[in-house]
């Protein structure tokens, strides 16, 4: 929510003041407000009030409070009335708007900011807080304008700079993103995670000039305790799970925590099953829902009821039906707020909730905090920890958690017997026939894939890859249909270590999932990235009869990989360093024979494989549900465990 402007630090009363012991009376509840003891300050306010109940400042004053402490519909109504005594206040209008932005009612704080324009057009922060109206809205273009505006009236609006930052790069917009979130860090270098959405960017671009010594200041902050990076951004450049775990709970805080706010869960009421709620922003065209789509038709419906939460308004796709009719109920929330989700999941009585988004694009963690449900599980949209305390569990496997780097992770990890990440059998097959030629590549060349997102792709990776490329005569590596900036880049970083262009080569977008998976097996080998795997990516490869070479690491998302092929039973394709995988990607390139087996292995196992059983997995996943549930009943706090295999 965008801060609340401060009211004028002298108080201009527009009602009637009664003497100068109200006007003592509000200053020092303004000094009470400032410093944080909200209740005394509210106390002070109701007792103007009584006094003087047409007196706008306590009115606003008040509302300000009731904000403050998440009370937006009360701050509505005081707003309201403090506009009704002076419409002319900017400040009221303002401060409406922001709680409509809060309540997410978008469209409503659009009209409340053009109503402040009316009345004041030269205020940067309006056009500042319009612009975030547009940005919730997805209207990117629109919320550009907005901050050009705001920075147009004031050039050091640095907040200003940071989210047309974020709007450009949601119209994908690179370069002017990268230089908009440049100038925001030239005028307030400790910008809230700023630095890392730098890097970030960079790395979406396969920009790598300076980006060692930004990875080693990211380091240093995150260790001095900054608020330097968001956490999935260091997933791709530190493959350690300590600093992942510190820069978790940085963020965490910063989200916070507002646990009192509902006051504590009742005990459950008895109940036949157990009820489940799915939370996440990705119930659409997204890897989370074609991992997931079989998986919540495949629950006991025996044992358990199955809720879906949707925290993001989404168009209708066939996956989305698809969806929609794996669910008992499939419940559009994204118009709450997150207090108004929490109320309703305590409201539906949910005995478990699962958190499919962790910190990813629009997660709305602090429905957790609020407490939703007795249990709260940290499952497959995040590669790592939380590092939040209101997360009881994690759902992974010991290959990606070893035992002993549990103490890396704030939730208690629940094992699963094969690999954490499930997968949609389903899915449909494509009736398309690919070949190279028509795919733009040779025909007789040995061709090794990596489809992986650009931020994954760093220059020690790539730098592998050319090795690879060098030692095996006229191999190509076809990549992903990346933007515009990472292939012109990635081309002259190949060209610097002797790589002709024409050996890069880049798909073309399919508009069917069905289709790029069909056409994935014009590949001889695909190429995992390090320190963050394919995921989908690798998982939809193997399923493809693609094998996958990975170089396993330290962390969560640098092992993925290596639990997919452990489980499928192709263990030789785990390398545990670069040299390694260097040295096994090479020989299997030269060697035929030793490819085609592991090839012939692959789809054998494709068919009869705990990988792609999701019966299987939905069996074990509620086995863990199941114990948790246990647990709670029986008054006994998280702990780590082990599931035996269904």
């Not at 860090?185 to 790598?208: A, E, H, S, T």
Request: proline share 4%.
């Amino acid at each position: 929510m965008p801060k609340l402007p401060k009211p004028p630090r002298n108080i201009q009363n527009r009602g009637k003041i009664r003497g100068q012991e109200e006007y003592e009376l509000l200053q020092r509840g303004l000094a009470l407000q400032d410093n944080g003891l909200l209740g005394d300050a509210r106390i002070i306010f109701e007792k103007v009030l009584e006094s003087n109940p047409r007196n706008f400042d306590a009115l606003h004053l008040l509302g300000i409070n009731a904000a403050q402490t998440q009370n937006y519909i009360q701050a509505l109504k005081l707003f309201d009335k403090s506009l009704q005594i002076n419409p002319g206040s900017v400040y009221a209008w303002m401060n409406k708007a922001n709680v409509l932005l809060e309540l997410k009612q978008w469209e409503n704080a659009l009209l409340t900011y053009n109503q402040v324009i009316r009345i004041q057009p030269g205020v940067a922060e309006v056009y500042y807080n319009q612009g975030n109206a547009f940005l919730y809205l997805n209207r990117f273009k629109e919320a550009v304008t907005s901050y050009d505006r705001a920075i147009g009236l004031e050039t050091n609006h640095a907040l200003a700079l940071n989210n047309r930052g974020n709007a450009l790069t949601s119209l994908k917009l690179l370069q002017p993103a990268l230089d908009s979130y440049r100038n925001a860090r030239k005028i307030d270098p400790d910008l809230d995670f700023l630095g890392g959405m730098i890097v970030f960017l960079q790395m979406q671009m396969c920009d790598w000039d300076g980006l060692d010594a930004e990875i080693t200041q990211l380091v240093s902050a995150v260790n001095a305790g900054r608020k330097y990076s968001a956490c999935l951004e260091l997933l791709a450049l530190v493959d350690d799970p300590s600093i992942q775990l510190k820069a978790a709970k940085i963020y965490g805080r910063d989200q916070g925590f507002k646990g009192p706010a509902l006051g504590p869960l009742q005990a459950a009421s008895k109940k036949e099953k157990i009820r489940l709620g799915y939370y996440s922003a990705d119930f659409k065209e997204h890897p989370v829902a074609y991992l997931t789509a079989d998986l919540f038709g495949a629950h006991d419906r025996d044992k358990f009821e199955v809720i879906a939460f949707s925290l993001a308004a989404t168009q209708g796709s066939e996956i989305k039906n698809r969806l929609i009719q794996s669910f008992d109920r499939f419940i559009d929330v994204s118009g709450k707020t997150d207090k108004e989700i929490a109320e309703l999941s305590r409201s539906l009585d949910i005995d478990i909730a699962v958190d499919l988004n962790g910190h990813t694009a629009n997660s709305r963690l602090a429905i957790f905090s609020y407490r939703a449900a007795p249990i709260q599980i940290n499952f497959l949209g995040y590669p790592g920890t939380l590092g939040v305390d209101y997360i009881d569990y994690m759902i992974a496997d010991e290959t990606v958690i070893p035992k002993a780097h549990m103490s890396d992770y704030g939730e208690k990890v629940c094992y699963l017997p094969d690999s954490y990440l499930p997968f949609d059998p389903k899915r449909a097959r494509s009736k398309e026939i690919f070949t190279r030629s028509a795919s733009g590549l040779p025909e007789d060349a040995f061709v090794f894939a990596a489809f992986n997102a650009a931020y994954k792709v760093n220059p020690r990776i790539f730098a592998s890859w050319m090795h690879i490329l060098s030692n095996v005569s006229g191999s190509v590596l076809w990549l992903a249909d990346l933007n515009e900036w990472a292939r012109e880049n990635l081309v002259k970083e190949a060209a610097k270590l002797s790589i002709q262009p024409g050996r890069l080569i880049f798909a073309s977008r399919t508009d069917r999932i069905e289709d790029h998976l069909e056409r994935q097996k014009l590949a001889d080998l695909a190429l995992d990235t390090h320190p963050y795997n394919g995921h989908t990516t690798t998982i939809d490869s193997l399923w493809s009869g693609v094998p996958v070479l990975t170089l396993k690491g330290r962390s969560f998302a640098s092992r993925v990989a290596a639990s997919l092929l452990t489980t499928i039973g192709l263990p030789e394709l785990i390398t545990a360093s670069p040299t390694e995988y260097e040295v096994k990607a090479i020989q299997l390139a030269s060697q035929p024979a030793l490819l085609g087996a592991l090839k012939q292995r692959l789809v054998e196992n494709v068919g009869d494989c705990a990988l792609f059983d999701s019966t299987r997995f939905a069996k074990n996943i509620e086995s863990a549900y199941v114990r948790m549930h246990e647990r709670h009943q029986n008054g006994l706090p998280p702990e780590s465990f082990s599931v035996s295999d269904a």
